[in-house]
């Protein structure tokens, strides 16, 4: 009976340690959060705009201190943010993420819009979209998200008709319903548009990649998208995991992101090509 009442006691104080020790854990996360620590994975571009925000005085007059990791790829990123590692990420379209919402059994909700940075059609052969000739060969990212928007802004150009039901997540050129030129299409990894332009006619590029490789989508794109209602898939969001939406400290990075002092420092940086977007979510966002 003495050797059951100890083996008892002893267990005992492990259950009373154990339970201090979750009790010691939730109070740091809860003295964390009261800290106004905020993790934001981003990449490129938008990792330098996040540090400049972490930085700044308006994040420091918020009360957050955000902490910034590079994260290459979107769907690490995404992840990254879906497994908790990270608090939001700021990086991708509404398009990019429903798309990734839709491989995912995790799912992620954008809480503010940033910006938009209009994606360009490039040629180094042709100075406007009516020279292209018959049979033009015409480069797309091989990424889904990416190839869909390619295909919409030759589309808006007036260059193809695509089928009714196209999917602007995972749209392909088999989805071309009329191709009156005959244009020829050959999908590339995104980053090298910039650097392939020499090879074929005419390929659409994403701002931050264009950016990357010397070009100005308003200054040297022979077309380029509108940045309304009609492109808002193409808007770019900050992105959390669902049900974390309402959290005050998460909440405060969009206000952060559209603060005067921030948008100053986006223009002059950037030349004027990450448009800044401020719209509700509940009016693009339909869960």
């Keep these: 009976m003495k050797k059951i009442s100890l083996w008892m006691g002893a267990a005992s104080l492990l259950l009373f340690l154990g339970a ?9 996360n809860s003295e ?18 996040w540090n400049y925000i972490a930085d700044s005085d308006a994040a420091k007059d918020a009360g957050l201190k955000i902490e910034v990791t590079e994260i290459t790829g979107g769907t690490a990123s995404n992840n990254a943010v879906a497994d908790g590692d990270a608090d939001a990420n700021a990086f991708q379209s509404l398009e990019y ?24 059609l490039y040629s180094e052969k042709y100075d406007s979209l009516d020279e292209l000739p018959k049979g033009a060969q015409i480069a797309l990212a091989d ?18 008709k695509l089928k009714d039901d196209f999917d602007d997540g995972i749209g392909t050129p088999d989805d071309i319903a009329e191709n009156p030129k005959d244009f020829e299409f050959t999908l590339i990894d995104d980053l090298t548009g910039p650097r392939v332009l020499s090879d074929v006619d005419l390929i659409p ?7 990357e490789g010397g070009l100005n989508v308003l200054e040297d794109a022979i077309y380029y998208e509108k940045v309304d209602d009609s492109n808002k898939g193409n808007f770019n969001i900050i992105a959390v995991q669902k049900g974390r939406e309402n959290e005050e400290d998460l909440k405060k990075l969009g206000e952060l992101y559209h603060d005067p002092e921030i948008q100053n420092y986006i223009d002059e940086k950037f030349e004027g090509t990450k448009v800044e977007v401020d719209e509700p979510i509940d009016k693009i966002w339909e869960d």
């Design 20 to 28: 201090c020790g979750n009790n010691e854990t939730e109070e740091q």
């Design 32 to 49: 964390a959060q009261d800290d106004g620590m905020v993790s934001v994975s981003s990449v490129g571009s938008d990792a330098e705009i």
């Design 97 to 120: 993420l429903k798309s990734y919402n839709e491989e995912s059994a995790d799912k992620l909700v954008p809480i503010a819009t940033t910006y938009m940075e209009p994606m360009g």
């Design 143 to 160: 990424n889904p998200a990416n190839t869909a928007r390619g295909l919409r802004l030759l589309e808006s150009a007036g260059l193809i």
């Design 205 to 211: 590029i994403g701002n931050t990649i264009a950016l």
